[in-house]
């Protein structure tokens, strides 16, 4: 049928409109892509060029140099030295067990340590490097970045590992670093991410531990670019971390690394304290050991070694060590008893050899007794018998106070591991932790540094510190900080409230024990008058006598095993007329203080010349065998030096 005219326009007109509607709604499609395409390659160009760039890119973190340590006078004692390592990367290697292969055709891998690092790598997230071998050779490094193209994830690497160039003189006080731990992790509850990297190396005991965070730094980072295989291509961006802080002790080298040295292979300790500052110039610990086999990974022989010997060279005994300070504690009954009243200058109590308190006999070291005796001949003689007359007087909790005032029974706050408060008793201590009254025959045991008392060889040299000053000193081990001083100047420290008088009246004492003919310990006497010291000999049993022994003689100490044998403890102060320096000694088993106090007039002349001494500050019978000692531990010991006093 044939379309009229009308009919043909009407249909013209809606097919131009449908092809309008068509072509507007392409148009517009085609511009909206366009405008995505705009947003996408225009606006949003930066965000993806970095996506782009991520996938080609490592962020890496760079560990910091670790702060180093110093003696007083700026001797290295921690420091850091380049090492050679290999580590791998498991996302960047692909096939690790592949790689590993290749890679011991260059290197030789120790087992262990290969081990070591495959069970790192299986914890640990895929992008951390992991240490596969260290301390090699430089022809090993050599090897291994001549072949890094055959070698996707590896990378060779000059890190710095930690050394110890004194070691054995200052392991307890510096302490060690070590790999971290999990349970290290444990402890922290939001770890930096230096502590994620596999083997990366904290302080475990010591000043590396206890200022671990200012040792440690701030991580830096890295931008490599890397191939389809992950090998590093090359270094984009680097960005430096901040190094740890250096950290300067109040310790000398010399006079720390003699004391170890005199120590020799005694179980003991000594402290060696400025009267007026409070900084420690030596603390030692003997036996001691090399803290470098730990940051290398001790062996299990070595480590065993160390833990199954009986003088236990892994413990600070200067610090965490407790011992009851037998007759060093008299100065703190006597002071106790002069503030109280009860005592003075005049007062005499009469020694048999024994008193009876409550049916039973305490006997004095002096089996016939010493007759009368007032206090400084008590002290000077170490009258067991007018302390306890005084403790009865004075009573346990006034001595006790006394004792803390001194500097015993009190936490020091030196950055060293495991510090001892150590036991000063009261009444109300044995009813809380034993759960039994106090008895009056706890008061006199307290009286002769026996029964419960327990005390550190740093207290004892705190003691005799602020008996020494009359001011109450506090030890102090960190001397500065990035240089910048820590220390507190003698000027700032407070006064010992205690009266000044009675403090003379105890260092008088102490001069006698060393000066006077009837002097404990006047047979290790200093003869020239510019340097004599006052002292106290100690001696603290560590087995019960009993009734039948003492009616049949007591044993000998030299008669039995080591381990049941009487400490041996010495404390002193020189020069008596201007005091310089505290001195501590507790000989562990030592058979009293015999063993302790020729020791600690070694210690005081060395401490007080800045080096040997001349031998006429000896007593003439002794100068030979103290040249021959001498002599005998600078051989011994390279780190001596040579002496710098040959004078007669």
Same mark, same amino acid.
């Given at each position: ?6 009919? %043909? ?15 507007? #709604? ?32 490592? @962020? ?29 990367? /498991?996302?960047? #290697? ?28 299986? /914890? ?12 090699? !050779?430089? =022809? ?33 006080? @510096? ?50 670019? @890397?191939?389809? @295989? ?91 060590? %407790? ?57 000077? =003689? !170490? ?33 060293? !591991? #495991? ?14 932790? &034993? ?11 307290? +009286? ?71 002097? %404990?310990?006047? +047979? ?5 008058? =510019? ?23 007591? &044993? /000998? ?30 000989? =562990?088993?030592?058979?009293? !203080?015999?063993? #302790?106090?020729?020791?600690? /007039?070694?210690? %005081? ?44």
């Amino acid at each position: 049928m044939k379309r009229t005219a009308a009919e %043909t326009a009407a249909s013209h007109n809606r097919l131009s409109r449908r092809a309008l509607l068509l072509g507007g #709604a392409q148009l517009g499609f085609m511009g909206l892509l366009g405008l995505r395409m705009r947003y996408l390659q225009v606006d949003q160009a930066d965000e993806f060029r970095l996506l782009a760039e991520e996938n080609r890119i490592n @962020v890496r973190l760079i560990p910091p140099a670790r702060g180093e340590i110093y003696d007083r006078n700026g001797v290295t004692i921690a420091a850091n030295e380049p090492s050679y390592r290999i580590t791998i990367v /498991r996302e960047d #290697a692909g096939d690790v067990g592949e790689v590993i292969g290749r890679l011991s055709t260059l290197i030789e891998l120790d087992d262990t340590a290969l081990n070591r690092a495959m069970t790192e790598m299986k /914890r640990s997230p895929p992008f951390l490097p992991v240490t596969v071998a260290e301390r090699i !050779s430089w =022809e090993e490094m050599s090897r291994v970045a001549v072949n890094a193209p055959a070698l996707p994830g590896v990378t060779p690497e000059v890190g710095l590992s930690r050394v110890y160039p004194y070691g054995v003189d200052f392991a307890h006080v @510096v302490g060690y670093v070590g790999p971290v731990s999990d349970y290290d992790l444990s402890k922290i509850e939001d770890p930096d991410q230096l502590l994620l990297i596999p083997r990366f190396q904290i302080g475990k005991v010591g000043l590396e531990a206890k200022r671990e965070e200012k040792l440690r730094g701030k991580a830096g980072t890295k931008q490599v670019e @890397v191939n389809a @295989v992950g090998r590093v291509m090359r270094e984009l961006d680097r960005r430096e971390g901040q190094t740890g802080d250096d950290l300067q002790i109040t310790v000398d080298q010399k006079l720390q690394s003699y004391i170890q040295a005199r120590l020799g292979d005694e179980s003991a300790a000594a402290v060696v304290m400025d009267c007026k500052t409070g900084e420690i110039l030596a603390i030692n610990s003997a036996p001691t050991f090399d803290p470098n086999l730990f940051v290398r990974g001790i062996s299990v022989a070595d480590y065993s070694t160390l833990t199954e010997n009986d003088h236990r060279p892994l413990a600070t005994k200067s610090v965490q060590g %407790t011992y009851p300070p037998g007759s060093t504690y008299k100065m703190v009954v006597a002071l106790a008893a002069l503030e109280a009243g009860v005592i003075d200058s005049k007062t005499t109590y009469y020694c048999s050899g024994k008193l009876k308190v409550s049916n039973r006999d305490f006997h004095c070291w002096k089996r016939g007794g010493h007759g009368h005796m007032n206090l400084e001949g008590a002290l000077r =003689e !170490s009258c067991d018998v007018f302390f306890y007359e005084c403790a009865l007087e004075v009573g346990i909790e006034k001595i006790t106070e006394m004792a803390n005032r001194l500097g015993l029974g009190v936490k020091h706050g030196i950055p060293m !591991s #495991a510090v001892a408060t150590g036991l000063t008793p009261t009444k109300g201590w044995k009813a809380r932790n &034993i759960d039994q009254d106090w008895v009056i025959g706890d008061t006199v045991n307290a +009286s002769i540094g026996q029964g419960f008392v327990l005390t550190s060889p740093l207290q004892l040299a705190v003691m005799t510190a602020r008996l020494a000053s009359g001011k109450a000193v506090e030890p102090q081990l960190l001397k500065s900080i990035n240089g910048i001083d820590q220390t507190v100047p003698a000027e700032d420290v407070p006064d010992l409230d205690v009266n000044p008088n009675h403090l003379r009246m105890v260092r008088q004492a102490m001069f006698a024990v060393s000066n006077h003919r009837k002097g %404990t310990a006047y +047979s290790q006497r200093i003869i020239k008058d =510019e340097v004599r010291l006052a002292g106290k000999t100690g001696t603290s049993q560590v087995r019960n006598i009993t009734a039948a022994e003492r009616r049949a003689g007591v &044993i /000998r100490n030299e008669d039995l095993p080591w381990e049941r044998r009487d400490h041996g403890l010495f404390v002193n102060f020189a020069p008596y007329n201007d005091p310089r320096i505290a001195v501590a000694v507790v000989v =562990e088993h030592g058979g009293g !203080s015999k063993a #302790a106090t020729p020791i600690a /007039r070694d210690i %005081t002349l060395q401490a007080l010349y800045d080096g040997d001494p001349p031998l006429d500050a000896y007593p003439s019978k002794d100068r030979n065998r103290i040249k021959s000692q001498q002599e005998r531990l600078r051989l011994e010991n390279p780190s001596l030096g040579s002496s710098g006093n040959d004078r007669a």
